[in-house]
């Protein structure tokens, strides 16, 4: 019974915090209409041959995964993982701004070229 | 020809599994010829898919680049390590990895049973037969997993293995966590035929505890290779990142811990006989849910694996599993129900079972949180996801209490504990937890993360218990037989190995716990932009960036740094993190600026140590080495064209351009020409560097006890080994009567153990003469059934 009802307690909670934790998951395209100051994680493709570095961070672009030709710019300071590089796939939290999505520091991610993926990725 | 012999062998592997499944469930209903035949085509199912690795890993061995999965992922260059290996990094030599150890561990556990358990192992065969049948069945019929698929003709080279998993560790990692799923199949499949036999005692458990531990070590272990991996290798430092492939294969291990505690209470009192079931039914789903989110795409992760077509086809088993051991559990309840309760919450009994609901409870949230884009999906139509600091909120408080009764546990005796003997057992471990708590508050900074003092002083409660039941199981024997004190804690551990081999795994566990406590709470971390010459402190120490390095080779250039590391004026040590940037190769290449914008990896610099380690990594300024090499490939294109103002070498180049164009034939000797050149002057423009003065950007951690992490691993590990290891009595060759033998010497080990909780001071007097009476009368009753 105790068990029971402790399950219950964290299940509840559970539910109650993840929904208010969690962060959205946005294509550039969905990005481009949103509202300024609306904060998500971006996810897409870096587009090939837009990475410039200015001083401490990053200016990029990041498009679609699956039409190249809406992509929004992005500008992050902070670690860059290993993999990062035109045409790989990222994750960025970090809010619009006029049209920039400016990325919170240390949270790119970059999707590993996995052995598990084809070659050419 | 070879690949002919693969495909023929996986065919006739299929065959022999569903052979092996049929001539199983015929044989269940009694007749032994069947039940043979099973078996043995399990060892002939084990030949044939031995044969088709052997295949494959001659064609990787031998660059046989006509089998188009050697073309994909090796090539001439691959290093010879690394060619073996390879086979597991592709879709379809992973699904036959799976398929391999499968047959291994059933024939193992088939061989190992065969005078045992006659209801049980037909069922138990079949069930495997029928794992073994869907894999090779899916390499058989699945498309674009032929693991004998050719090219033709033959390609002269290969694509070759991605940099960034040229790791040792990220070779075994693989095969390490796939050995743990798939030794899981063993419990599983044992439990299903004991349901399905209605055989419910403890036997199914005792003939595959050692397939249990080992599955549940083989996943530790890979976890740990991924982690460490993840710490050396990627450039951010850190070694867990909650992503839902690591969570994979954590949910798993998770459910199997709790498996390997409720286990005992079955063995011991015959209790929790649903919850064991239950607990095996969900770990083997669960591992199957870890190859299968491996093989699908339905989770954003940094790990971004191929959409596949395998996918659905193991969700289909996973839904198969589910549904047919919930049919067949909720069917054999009667005979399920135990005719025991717990006498009391002060026992072993049931403090177990508040560890098996807290593993059980961090399973449910990881689970959760893992799924949870699916779900907001479901309910809000917008994949969102969690991030660490959510796992974190639920996973540390859990974590911290079951390091508590992972203290508590083993203080107490089975059935119950008395007032006075809990006093005698549990004073020092709490006296010295707490002057570990107040040592720690008073002197180190330990206070600022109050969660973090809690976890170090139930470890330090944990570890003095452990300590203490080594010591007076030493103690209990040299009063029985003498000898000195190593000596007599080696006998007690070797007689009783299953006991200390569990302890040795509780001590390894308390210190990877108390590691990843300090290096997580009490991590210095730093980003510094410096030129060579310039300092900056970090955690007390001055980081010197005294030059820059480079360095070139035929695959790589590897920018780096020396960073003297200065402790109160004193050189402490040299840190030498670099970048290296791969060559490019095929489409990408063309250009010297190819060669700076290709794949790159982290070299980290690390100086580990018993109370912290130095960790750097760099991320070199190159705009300068670029900028030259954009102007190089603008003089080069100028030379090859033949502009005026060239200088006269380049006449030569264009003219064999030229002559190339016209001629095909030439066209290789010109190509290899232009490569040499291009590779010269990369190098010499990556040397520029040196001269360049750039600034460079260093991450410098310094991370507490981290390297206790993998010691406590280790640690673990032996003890798996101690608990494992067969003891001399079962080696001896079993008789015809072997499942009495087992039997026989469970309760004996019982009356041992019962013994061993006398003497630690765990039993009183009174409940001790209880227990082993009752314990001697049952050994009787078992002896009576043998004379018989």
């Given at each position: 019974?105790?068990?029971?009802?402790?399950?219950?307690?964290?299940?509840?909670?559970?539910?109650?915090?993840?929904?208010?934790?969690?962060?959205?998951?946005?294509?550039?395209?969905?990005?481009?209409?949103?509202?300024?100051?609306?904060?998500?994680?971006?996810?897409?493709?870096?587009?090939?041959?837009?990475?410039?570095?200015?001083?401490?961070?990053?200016?990029?672009?990041?498009?679609?995964?699956?039409?190249?030709?809406?992509?929004?710019?992005?500008?992050?300071?902070?670690?860059?993982?290993?993999?990062?590089?035109?045409?790989?796939?990222?994750?960025?939290t970090?809010?619009?701004?006029?049209?920039?999505?400016?990325?919170?520091?240390?949270?790119?991610?970059?999707?590993?070229?996995?052995k598990?993926?084809?070659?050419?990725? | 020809?070879?690949?002919?012999?693969?495909?023929?062998?996986?065919?006739?592997?299929?065959?022999?599994?569903?052979?092996?499944t049929?001539?199983?469930?015929?044989?269940?209903?009694?007749?032994?010829?069947?039940?043979?035949?099973?078996?043995?085509?399990?060892?002939?199912?084990?030949?044939?898919?031995?044969?088709?690795?052997?295949?494959?890993?001659?064609?990787f061995?031998?660059?046989d680049?006509?089998?188009?999965?050697?073309?994909?992922?090796?090539?001439?260059?691959?290093?010879?390590?690394?060619?073996?290996?390879?086979?597991?990094?592709?879709?379809?030599?992973?699904?036959?990895?799976?398929?391999?150890?499968?047959?291994i561990?059933?024939?193992?556990?088939?061989?190992?049973?065969r005078?045992?358990?006659?209801?049980?192992?037909?069922?138990?065969?079949?069930?495997?037969?029928?794992?073994?049948?869907?894999?090779?069945?899916?390499?058989?019929?699945?498309?674009?997993?032929?693991p004998?698929?050719?090219?033709?003709?033959?390609?002269?080279?290969?694509?070759?293995?991605?940099?960034?998993?040229r790791?040792?560790?990220?070779?075994?990692?693989?095969?390490?966590?796939?050995?743990?799923?798939?030794?899981?199949?063993?419990?599983?499949?044992?439990?299903?035929?004991?349901?399905?036999?209605?055989?419910?005692?403890?036997?199914?458990?005792?003939?595959?505890?050692r397939?249990?531990?080992?599955?549940?070590?083989?996943?530790?272990?890979?976890?740990?290779?991924?982690?460490?991996?993840s710490?050396?290798?990627?450039?951010?430092?850190?070694?867990?990142?909650?992503?839902?492939?690591?969570?994979?294969?954590?949910?798993?291990?998770?459910?199997?811990?709790?498996?390997?505690?409720?286990?005992?209470?079955?063995?011991?009192?015959?209790?929790?006989?649903?919850?064991?079931?239950?607990?095996?039914?969900?770990?083997?789903?669960?591992?199957?849910?870890?190859?299968?989110?491996?093989?699908?795409?339905?989770?954003?992760?940094?790990?971004?694996?191929?959409?596949s077509?395998?996918?659905?086809?193991?969700?289909?088993?996973?839904?198969?599993?589910?549904?047919?051991?919930?049919?067949?559990?909720?069917?054999?309840?009667?005979?399920?129900?135990?005719?025991?309760?717990?006498?009391?919450?002060?026992?072993?009994?049931?403090?177990?079972?508040?560890?098996?609901?807290?593993?059980?409870?961090?399973?449910?949230?990881?689970?959760?949180?893992?799924?949870?884009?699916?779900?907001?999906?479901?309910?809000?139509?917008?994949?969102?996801?969690?991030?660490?600091?959510?796992?974190?909120?639920?996973?540390?408080?859990?974590?911290?209490?079951?390091?508590?009764?992972?203290?508590?546990?083993?203080?107490?005796?089975?059935?119950?504990?008395?007032?006075?003997?809990?006093?005698?057992?549990?004073?020092?471990?709490?006296?010295?937890?707490?002057?570990?708590?107040?040592?720690?508050?008073?002197?180190?900074?330990?206070?600022?993360?109050?969660?973090?003092?809690?976890?170090?002083?139930?470890?330090?409660?944990?570890?003095?218990?452990?300590?203490?039941?080594?010591?007076?199981?030493?103690?209990?024997?040299?009063?029985?037989?003498?000898?000195?004190?190593?000596?007599?804690?080696l006998?007690?551990?070797?007689?009783?190995?299953?006991?200390?081999?569990?302890?040795?795994?509780?001590?390894?566990?308390?210190?990877?716990?108390?590691g990843?406590?300090?290096?997580?709470?009490?991590q210095?971390?730093?980003?510094?932009?410096?030129?060579?010459?310039?300092?900056a402190?970090?955690?007390?120490?001055?980081?010197?960036?005294?030059?820059?390095?480079?360095?070139?080779?035929?695959?790589?250039?590897?920018?780096?740094?020396?960073?003297?590391?200065?402790?109160?004026?004193?050189?402490?040590?040299?840190?030498?993190?670099?970048?290296?940037?791969?060559?490019?190769?095929?489409?990408?290449?063309?250009?010297?600026?190819?060669?700076?914008?290709?794949?790159?990896?982290?070299?980290?610099g690390?100086?580990?140590?018993?109370?912290?380690?130095?960790?750097?990594?760099?991320?070199?300024?190159?705009?300068?080495?670029?900028r030259?090499?954009?102007?190089?490939?603008?003089?080069?294109?100028?030379?090859?064209?033949?502009?005026?103002?060239?200088?006269?070498?380049?006449?030569?180049?264009?003219?064999?351009?030229?002559?190339?164009?016209?001629?095909?034939?030439?066209?290789?000797?010109?190509?290899?020409?232009?490569?040499?050149?291009?590779?010269?002057?990369?190098?010499?423009?990556?040397?520029?560097?040196?001269?360049?003065?750039?600034?460079?950007?260093?991450?410098?951690?310094?991370?507490?006890?981290?390297?206790?992490?993998?010691?406590?691993?280790?640690?673990?590990?032996?003890?798996?080994?101690?608990a494992?290891?067969?003891?001399?009595?079962?080696?001896?060759?079993?008789?015809?009567?072997?499942?009495?033998?087992?039997?026989?010497?469970?309760?004996?080990?019982?009356?041992?153990?019962?013994?061993?909780?006398?003497?630690a001071?765990?039993?009183?007097?009174?409940d001790?003469?209880?227990?082993?009476?009752?314990?001697?009368?049952?050994?009787?009753?078992?002896?009576?059934?043998?004379?018989?």
């Amino acid at each position: 019974m105790v068990a029971l009802g402790v399950a219950v307690l964290l299940a509840v909670a559970l539910v109650y915090t993840s929904f208010s934790a969690s962060t959205e998951a946005l294509k550039p395209s969905q990005l481009l209409s949103a509202a300024p100051g609306t904060s998500a994680d971006l996810t897409g493709r870096v587009v090939k041959g837009s990475v410039q570095r200015r001083g401490d961070s990053l200016r990029f672009r990041v498009a679609d995964r699956d039409d190249v030709s809406k992509s929004i710019p992005v500008t992050y300071a902070g670690t860059v993982p290993d993999p990062f590089r035109g045409g790989r796939e990222i994750v960025l939290t970090g809010t619009v701004d006029d049209g920039l999505f400016v990325g919170e520091r240390d949270t790119l991610v970059t999707k590993c070229p996995s052995k598990f993926s084809s070659s050419n990725a | 020809m070879p690949s002919v012999v693969g495909s023929v062998a996986l065919a006739l592997a299929f065959l022999t599994a569903i052979f092996a499944t049929v001539a199983a469930l015929l044989g269940s209903r009694g007749e032994r010829r069947w039940v043979d035949a099973s078996r043995r085509a399990v060892y002939v199912l084990c030949a044939l898919v031995t044969l088709c690795v052997v295949v494959l890993e001659v064609a990787f061995a031998g660059d046989d680049f006509g089998f188009e999965v050697v073309q994909q992922h090796s090539s001439i260059d691959t290093p010879p390590f690394y060619k073996l290996t390879a086979m597991w990094s592709s879709q379809e030599g992973s699904l036959l990895l799976w398929a391999w150890i499968l047959s291994i561990a059933a024939s193992a556990a088939l061989y190992s049973t065969r005078h045992k358990l006659r209801e049980v192992v037909p069922y138990a065969t079949a069930t495997m037969a029928a794992v073994a049948a869907f894999f090779t069945g899916l390499l058989l019929f699945g498309k674009g997993v032929d693991p004998f698929a050719t090219l033709s003709p033959a390609p002269a080279d290969g694509v070759g293995l991605n940099p960034l998993l040229r790791h040792p560790s990220m070779m075994i990692h693989p095969p390490m966590l796939y050995s743990g799923y798939v030794a899981f199949t063993v419990p599983f499949a044992f439990a299903v035929g004991a349901l399905a036999a209605r055989r419910l005692d403890a036997e199914w458990i005792r003939s595959t505890r050692r397939f249990a531990l080992i599955a549940w070590a083989f996943l530790g272990l890979g976890l740990l290779l991924g982690a460490r991996w993840s710490y050396t290798e990627l450039g951010w430092g850190g070694y867990w990142a909650w992503d839902p492939v690591e969570n994979a294969a954590l949910m798993p291990w998770l459910t199997g811990t709790a498996f390997l505690h409720s286990i005992m209470v079955q063995e011991k009192r015959g209790m929790l006989r649903v919850w064991n079931v239950s607990l095996i039914v969900a770990t083997f789903s669960l591992a199957l849910l870890g190859t299968f989110l491996v093989r699908s795409g339905v989770l954003e992760s940094i790990h971004a694996f191929g959409d596949s077509t395998v996918g659905p086809y193991i969700l289909g088993l996973i839904a198969t599993v589910l549904l047919g051991s919930t049919a067949l559990i909720v069917s054999r309840l009667d005979d399920l129900r135990s005719p025991r309760r717990i006498d009391s919450l002060a026992s072993r009994e049931a403090v177990f079972l508040v560890n098996n609901l807290l593993l059980v409870a961090l399973c449910a949230t990881i689970f959760w949180g893992t799924f949870f884009p699916l779900i907001s999906e479901l309910f809000t139509g917008e994949k969102a996801s969690l991030a660490a600091p959510w796992f974190d909120q639920y996973t540390t408080p859990i974590g911290i209490l079951l390091v508590l009764f992972t203290g508590v546990g083993p203080l107490l005796a089975w059935r119950r504990i008395s007032w006075e003997s809990a006093r005698r057992v549990f004073l020092a471990p709490l006296a010295v937890a707490a002057a570990t708590a107040t040592g720690l508050a008073l002197f180190t900074d330990a206070a600022d993360s109050p969660l973090a003092l809690a976890l170090f002083a139930f470890a330090a409660f944990a570890l003095t218990g452990l300590a203490q039941e080594f010591w007076r199981g030493a103690a209990a024997r040299r009063a029985l037989a003498g000898g000195s004190l190593p000596a007599a804690l080696l006998a007690v551990t070797s007689r009783n190995r299953r006991r200390y081999g569990g302890y040795v795994v509780h001590v390894g566990i308390a210190v990877l716990l108390i590691g990843i406590a300090a290096s997580s709470s009490f991590q210095a971390k730093r980003d510094l932009t410096l030129r060579p010459g310039e300092s900056a402190v970090v955690d007390g120490r001055t980081i010197v960036y005294e030059r820059p390095t480079v360095e070139t080779s035929s695959e790589a250039l590897s920018f780096g740094a020396v960073l003297a590391v200065e402790r109160d004026g004193e050189r402490e040590t040299t840190l030498r993190p670099s970048r290296r940037y791969f060559r490019p190769g095929g489409a990408e290449a063309g250009t010297i600026s190819s060669y700076f914008e290709g794949e790159a990896t982290s070299e980290v610099g690390l100086e580990a140590g018993g109370t912290s380690d130095l960790w750097a990594s760099a991320a070199p300024g190159i705009a300068g080495v670029r900028r030259r090499a954009r102007q190089a490939d603008e003089n080069f294109r100028a030379c090859v064209g033949g502009d005026p103002g060239t200088p006269p070498q380049c006449e030569a180049l264009s003219r064999l351009m030229r002559g190339a164009a016209a001629n095909p034939g030439l066209r290789p000797v010109a190509l290899a020409q232009i490569e040499n050149l291009q590779s010269i002057t990369a190098e010499r423009l990556a040397r520029g560097y040196l001269s360049d003065d750039a600034p460079a950007t260093f991450r410098v951690i310094v991370d507490p006890l981290v390297t206790w992490i993998w010691i406590g691993g280790l640690i673990a590990l032996t003890g798996v080994l101690i608990a494992v290891w067969p003891a001399r009595r079962a080696r001896r060759a079993p008789g015809r009567g072997g499942e009495l033998e087992a039997l026989k010497e469970a309760k004996y080990r019982e009356i041992r153990d019962a013994e061993l909780d006398h003497a630690a001071g765990k039993l009183s007097d009174e409940d001790y003469a209880i227990l082993d009476a009752e314990l001697r009368r049952e050994a009787v009753e078992i002896l009576d059934r043998e004379r018989v």
